[in-house]
């Protein structure tokens, strides 16, 4: 039984890295109200803080995410209205907005609401003891992006074969099917994930925002529409201080030292 004074939502930073771990494993980190408040929140403030540049996502305990906390299913409290922020306030859609690399570090068992919140992050580090649960099998739909997410994530036949058949996935299946970027030993696995977040936090912070807006842009854009998207992002980046130091970088082979400005 866990701790009833202790914190949901568990937040460290080492260096660049911003850690957020779900805490709530007594009950596989169910996510209520309060909890995706502050998840949110936490997103949308590390988005704003220079000092940040990469971000790892995880769980508690044993599971990941076991979706939304079903003793208040249909309430307000989950969807939004009660805690004073709408649907496109939660965690699934925020994480949409966020211009920094998000890196799910999946560690065990993620179901529906988990499931797409997992999928929705920027890369995905799995546990060999990790796994997905579709919640067509409950009588729902995956109401937070999934149905989005999956066909463009691993096409449509196989976001028909995820989704359709509601078979739990277990981390095999997950590799397989290309749903995680790595599957790894279970005791490997944050290790795992701070050495890619600690790689990404290394580059032009600016430089990974422009790029993330510009392929996030690109999933409802044509071609000739997201090229003069990246053409005004270039233009901006040419203007920044880490675009200067980059080149000086280069001509005097060495690491570059970004500021983010």
């Not at 568990?10 to 805490?23: A, D, F, Q, Y």
């Not at 965690?91 to 690399?101: E, G, I, N, Q, S």
């Not at 790689?199 to 409802?220: F, G, I, Q, S």
Request: overall charge neutral.
């Amino acid at each position: 039984m866990s701790d009833p004074q202790a914190p949901q939502l568990l937040h460290e930073r080492r260096g660049h890295v911003l850690i957020l771990t779900l805490n709530r494993p007594d009950r596989l980190n169910a996510i209520d109200g309060p909890m995706l408040k502050d998840l949110s929140r936490m997103l949308l403030e590390a988005n704003q803080d220079p000092e940040v540049r990469a971000i790892v996502l995880t769980g508690a305990g044993r599971g990941f995410c076991s979706g939304l906390d079903l003793k208040n299913a249909g309430s307000s409290d989950l969807t939004g209205g009660g805690q004073g922020f709408t649907i496109a306030e939660t965690p699934p859609f925020v994480l949409r907005r966020v211009d920094k690399p998000v890196i799910c570090a999946l560690n065990g068992p993620a179901a529906g609401y988990g499931m797409d919140m997992a999928l929705g992050c920027d890369l995905l580090i799995a546990s060999d003891r990790a796994s997905f649960t579709p919640p067509v099998r409950r009588g729902v739909v995956p109401e937070s992006g999934g149905t989005w997410l999956l066909p463009h994530l691993i096409g449509w036949q196989r976001a028909c074969e995820v989704t359709l058949l509601a078979r739990k996935l277990d981390a095999k299946e997950i590799e397989r099917l290309g749903m995680a970027n790595r599957v790894v030993p279970d005791a490997d696995l944050m290790n795992e994930a701070m050495r890619w977040a600690e790689e990404a936090a290394t580059n032009a912070p600016l430089a990974m925002k422009a790029a993330k807006r510009t392929m996030r842009a690109a999933m409802t854009s044509d071609y000739e529409s997201n090229s003069h998207l990246a053409m005004a992002e270039l233009m901006q980046l040419f203007r920044s201080k880490d675009f200067v130091e980059g080149l000086k970088a280069f001509a005097e082979k060495r690491d570059p030292k970004y500021e983010g400005r």
